[in-house]
């Protein structure tokens, strides 16, 4: 909104109106307001939370400083919603495809998480939402990502395209020379980025090509499923983090920068064509969305680090995941998620295979068996022994370590 009022303002020369088209300064300006909502306001939502006795009920699964969480205000993540939207509000501009698709995707993950907390909490449903209906959620965002994704107009991509031009004849020549010279050119696409392979661009539309030559027609059926598995299994991963005070928060945030500056990169044609990746218009404004997205995660920490004031619930978790597979998939960088979200990966990888591995034992020797003392993995450590802030700081530090390398596929490949 105040875009567009600068905008204007700058259209009347007022001096300094102008800062407000730098993507830069806006993104910037939503960290610093995000920052003051989740940390000034804050407070003042962690009362209400506790006036409507909004108080995680935790099931004693002998963990040490367990109990002591009792009736720790949760939901929390209402904080993290307002912190993320209204700064984007504010600051982005509103008529950005991708914009508008992160804002329904906060909103629709968030409203699913609050649904799963309002019956654990107020209905004293300890199971929350059932899962099926959490998958119909998540997959109901994930066609609607992935059907914005292949067929808006906006969402393009812009390829240089190599041509040859003749240059004037130069004094003291008697012939015109020839010279290389390049132009963007933009189409729809479905490629995508592979990390740590030279030529890095791949198009989904390849594992079609047998249908002939009208197979680009029959993509988006291969499209959609792949934009609701990363949906799907990015959000999960997210929730499943969310065990111990502040790890889900703080790996949210990591993950954040690492998404921003891909969508920094990605969106200024300057940088693209310096590291020979793909050139996506309009994609930078999704850095303030981002920008107010690690504002957030920084900002509740704030209240949710050891010993944790509020809990984030499905209300926080759901979304965060959410918008870190919608941001990924924007910028065609799904497939580097796996080593970017390592800690969301292996979270959910050592909850299936504790599950697959105990029902296997259970047929064969008629006693189940775990892998792991308890899932997801972060429980284990628990169980070791070793204190929660120990672990949650060694987990920030191997997110940090697979940001870092995200950040490098950029040029090692």
Known sequence: MLYYLFEYLNQLDLPGAGVFRYISFRAAMAVITSLIISMVFGKSIIRLLQRQQVGETVRDLGLK????????????????????????????????????????????????GFIDDYIKVFKKNKEGLQGKFKIVGQVGIGIIAGAVLYFHDDVVIKEKVEQEVVAEAQQGSDQNKSKDTFTWEEHRSTKTTIPFIKDNEFDYGWFLTWLGDNYKDYVWLLYIPVVIIVVTAVSNGANMTDGIDGLAAGTSGIIGLGLGIFAFVSGNYIFADYLNIMYIPESGEMVIFIGAFIGACIGFLWYNSHPAQVFMGDTGSLALGGIIAVVALAIRKELILPMLCGVFLVENLSVMLQVSYFKYTKKKYGEGRRIFKMSPIHHHYQKLGMHESKIVTRFWIVGIILAVLSIVTLKLR
């Open 65 to 112: 400083g367990q109990i002591e969480k009792q009736g720790t205000p949760t939901m929390g993540g209402l904080m993290i919603l307002a912190s993320i939207i209204i700064p984007t509000l504010l600051f982005a501009r509103l008529d950005n495809i991708y914009i508008l698709l992160l804002l329904v995707s906060t909103v629709w993950l968030g409203a699913i």
